[in-house]
């Protein structure tokens, strides 16, 4: 017999906003577990995100956020789509388990693929869990190709021996404007067209994290923008999670990890998390020398004739994560 499915098609998209963060994290939960158990990890119960995370990936996002509604008014299916200058992404996306298999999955990626490029994005992309075939050939089927890995690296710090990490909280008003545009014309120069000082902006107005600040004889050599606050909710803050990071020689990333290592001594927080794009195979390099070990990975996919491109020298991390 075939499965029951409802008869009416969710309504939408209209805008997420922070009032939708409880039906948003209920969907998130429960279509991240079921996914989880279709591909036999039974026991892994996914926990909802914590409020502030979702309240920074909302306003990130602002009118790329969408949500669909079922015939209750519930949230039935979401997808948040980013936009960083010329880089575009789409996550967390969901649909409730009760919902798949009837094309929404299929609208709500369609939705913010138009979104997206209508704002002139010339990357487009997403990241899935490569074991997972069913994801992978459903992306892969609304055009998106798979690229190369993102792989999550985490390492217990000391607590001492660390040299003071200059940070952006420590810069204020024209001081902070110019560290603000030297980070904007940094990133830049390694890819043009990207610009991630929106989310820099946020996390320091949202009080979830800090930016440092690396600096050389000729202005900004790199920065890394990072939170600490927990991923998710009703956690302690256990790790400092790096977002964004932009460095323009070898030299520069190594001062990079050094000083995120020292900024999470600084607030207390042992453990350190970089999810390195594996395309910068030295930098990976660089991080398991620094005894970083492997935790996860994710499969970056790119929209059809809207790859990613990457820093001809140099390194630039960007996370299509909250």
């Not at 009416?8 to 963060?21: F, K, L």
């Not at 014309?185 to 949202?206: F, K, R």
């Amino acid at each position: 017999m075939r499965a029951w499915l409802p008869e009416v098609e969710p309504v939408g998209p209209e805008r997420a906003t922070e009032r939708d963060i409880e039906g948003l994290n209920r969907v998130f939960a429960d279509a991240f577990t079921d996914r989880y158990r279709r591909d036999g990890l039974v026991g892994v119960r996914v926990p909802q995100l914590n409020p502030a995370v979702w309240r920074f990936a909302l306003l990130d996002a602002a009118d790329g956020a969408f949500l669909w509604r079922d015939e209750r008014g519930e949230v039935a299916a979401f997808n948040v789509a980013h936009r960083s200058g010329s880089e575009g992404w789409m996550g967390p996306l969901a649909v409730r388990p009760d919902r798949q298999s009837s094309g929404v999955g299929k609208t709500i990626v369609r939705t913010a693929i138009d979104w997206l490029l209508d704002r002139g994005v010339t990357t487009l992309g997403l990241e899935t869990m490569p074991r997972t075939v069913d994801n992978v050939g459903f992306y892969s089927r609304l055009g998106f190709d798979p690229g190369h890995l993102t792989v999550t690296l985490t390492h217990d710090i000391a607590r001492r021996g660390h040299t003071a990490p200059k940070l952006l909280s420590e810069r204020k008003g024209a001081a902070g404007e110019a560290a603000l545009n030297a980070a904007r014309l940094l990133a830049g120069s390694l890819i043009p067209g990207v610009d991630y000082t929106h989310e820099i902006m946020l996390t320091a107005e949202l009080q979830l994290g800090d930016t440092c600040l690396i600096e050389g004889r000729d202005g900004l050599d790199a920065f890394v923008l990072w939170h600490s606050v927990p991923l998710a909710d009703a956690r302690s803050g256990d790790e400092v999670r790096v977002l964004k990071l932009a460095a323009r020689s070898p030299a520069a990333f190594d001062a990079a990890i050094a000083a995120t290592e020292a900024a999470a001594a600084q607030v207390g927080i042992r453990r350190v998390a970089f999810r390195c794009q594996t395309i910068y195979a030295e930098a990976f390099r660089r991080l398991i020398e620094r005894n970083y070990r492997v935790r996860w990975t994710d499969l970056r996919m790119t929209y059809q004739g809207h790859g990613e491109r990457t820093a001809a020298s140099g390194v630039v991390f960007s996370n299509w994560e909250i």
